[in-house]
């Protein structure tokens, strides 16, 4: 059947499965939006803003498991989402972004609304593409999805003038698997490195797993359990990886990094072998490189072979997919000749525990100032640890992913590579979408809340209960705190008192605010928000100085931690 481009868009998406898309509409895709308009099995969630949309294709993919997508205008609309596809690409999201552009004899013409969108994306996308033939159109929309999906995920955008949806060509829904020469991710592990690897599981005294989000992106989280029962030893994940393993399992050691547990450090820093799953060795994981795991081997399993001894000199690299490469592993470690041949893992425990007892994370809620760390335990115990929990980034994050206790994956939505202020939100609107009968919390912080607070107008339109947890501390926190460490308390610019009536302004959008400044008021706060059904914003009052504990200073050693 003969088609525009317009409905080659929607009929493709449709044919891929795709049931929800997020965007803002303008001139340059005016043409896509009269054919949503049209198809009533394509539901289409209107943000306040790009990057909002952006936000949101993020957070539906990411407790989905599915591609987001978003649809954004050319020009300004489509440099509004850059941050949206640099938050994903950091994040390893699938994600597909689908950006108009002016006619194709106009490009390069610095005609109105014209952006070079492919040219400014090309460092944070997977791939991206400018379609200037609509015969070219559904091939490149497969392409991209197969491209966003497979291998180490990512955001991949399509550029496409408003000349091409209004020009006509035959469709086919082709259902065979896009095929690309150039792009072949390798999903399963070498036999001869897989062999090489459990020799090393065998002997190691001090094994340590430190498993990061592509666990969670590869869903293999059954695997990484069974993995880590075979093996007895302590794991640790990063902030991406949070709810990969459960956390009320004993040999969870909790998070490691910069503001990682006492435990996890100093696990990491002591083992003889490191056993790297779906993680990149951040430099908020690694502290002082050279004294990054300085007694182990280090073995790393990633789907991505350019992240491979790249921050971090690795003894085996195992490239492949990280649920296919754990069940190889498994097969020969579950035998009765590895468990008999493997050393006695009581000694290692031992130690282990005695860091534990430290209690890193350990603080006092006295009867005046409330203390982040209340709120996030009083969340996770009134939500029974089920929450789908967003955050925006700073102090509140780290005291959510220290806090609050996740024992399943896709429930932790947060900007970790990129850091993105303003994410939780227009995050938490997508998870609420991809999980309409969930309970979706974002924990933000005074500052961060602000820049993408217009997505409070999105929730009361689509009736999402999402409840919004500030963490009101009067500053720009952890900005400030490094300010306390490092700089003498010279606290330059990260003053926020000056702020609105959160309670107020929530209802002025039409949510219920609701707020607290005393210890007994968090949990009836939290009772009502939950009770409601309604979008909710929480204004709690913390103590202004409060800080997040442990820290690892810039450029240290994990070792060398910063305790209460």
């Known amino acids: 059947m003969e088609l525009t481009g317009a409905k080659i868009v ?13 965007g803002y509409p303008g001139g340059a895709v005016l043409f896509i939006y009269d054919e949503i308009y049209k198809e009533k099995k394509l539901t289409h969630i209107l943000t306040r803003h790009e990057q909002g949309a952006l936000h949101a294709a993020d957070g539906y993919a990411r407790v989905s498991g599915e591609v987001g997508v978003a649809i954004v205008t050319s020009g300004p609309g489509a440099t509004n989402a850059v941050t949206g596809l640099a938050t994903a690409y950091m994040d390893s999201i699938p994600m597909v972004c689908i950006t108009g552009q002016v006619p194709v004899p106009l490009i390069g013409n610095d005609a109105f609304q014209e952006a070079d969108i492919v040219g400014i994306t090309r460092s944070c996308t997977k791939h991206n593409y400018l379609v200037r033939d609509v015969k070219d159109l559904a091939r490149v929309l497969r392409e991209a999805f197969h491209i966003a999906k497979t291998g180490r995920p990512g955001p991949v955008l399509v550029d ?59 869903n293999a989280s059954d695997e990484l359990f069974h993995f ?91 490239v492949g997919d990280v649920k296919l490469v754990l069940e190889q592993i498994n097969k020969q470690i579950e035998s009765k000749s590895f468990q008999k041949s493997k050393p006695d893992m009581t000694p290692w425990w031992q130690l282990v525990e005695e860091w534990r007892s430290k209690d890193s994370l350990a603080y006092t809620q006295g009867e005046s100032a409330i203390e982040a760390q209340y709120v996030i335990q009083k969340l996770c115990e009134l939500t029974k640890g089920n929450a789908i929990v967003a955050t925006d980034v700073g102090q509140h994050q780290m005291w959510a992913a220290q806090f609050y206790d996740f024992d399943r994956p896709r429930r932790w939505v947060t900007s970790g590579g990129l850091g993105t202020m303003g994410f939780g939100l227009p995050a938490a609107m997508g998870a609420q979408i991809a999980k309409p009968d969930d309970t979706v919390v974002v924990i933000s912080g005074d500052g961060s809340i602000q820049m993408n607070i217009q997505e409070l107008a ?107």
């Not at 009929?11 to 049931?19: A, E, I, K, N, P």
């Not at 690897?197 to 590869?218: C, D, E, F």
């Not at 951040?282 to 790393?300: C, M, N, Q, W, Y």
Request: charged content about 20%; hydrophobic content about 40%.
């Open 10 to 22: 929607i009929q493709t998406l449709l044919d891929l499965g795709v049931s929800t898309v997020f």
């Open 458 to 564: 999105t929730c009361l339109q689509y009736k999402l209960p999402v409840i919004t947890i500030i963490l009101n501390n009067g500053f720009l926190g952890m900005v400030r705190q490094w300010q306390e460490f490092f700089y003498e308390r010279r606290y330059a610019e990260t003053d926020m008192s000056h702020q609105p009536d959160f309670v107020k302004l929530a209802e002025a959008y039409g949510a219920l605010g609701l707020r607290a400044k005393k210890p007994n008021e968090v949990e009836p706060a939290i009772k009502e928000a939950l009770a409601s059904g309604r979008t909710a914003i929480i204004d709690i009052h913390i103590r202004p100085e409060g800080n997040v504990y442990p820290m690892v200073p810039a450029g240290a050693a994990l070792n060398d931690m910063i305790l209460l």
């Open 160 to 218: 496409i003038p408003k000349d091409v949806t209004t020009q006509i060509t035959e469709y086919v829904n082709r259902s065979e698997e896009v095929k690309i020469r150039s792009y072949r991710p390798n999903l399963k592990g070498h036999a001869g490195q897989i062999k090489r690897a459990v020799t090393l599981l065998k002997n190691a005294q001090r094994p340590m797993i430190y498993t990061g989000g592509g666990v969670v992106l590869s």
């Open 228 to 318: 880590t029962e075979q093996m007895n030893a302590p794991i640790t994940n990063t902030l991406m990886g949070l709810g990969a393993f459960p956390a009320s399992d004993g040999r969870f050691v909790g998070m490691l990094g910069m503001h990682g547990t006492y435990e996890a450090n100093m696990a990491v820093s002591h083992c003889d072998l490191l056993i790297a799953i779906g993680a990149r060795f951040d430099d908020r994981v690694t502290g002082k490189l050279s004294e990054f795991a300085p007694h182990a081997k280090i073995l790393h399993i990633d789907v991505d072979p350019t992240s491979i001894s790249k921050n971090v000199h690795v003894d085996i690299p195992i």
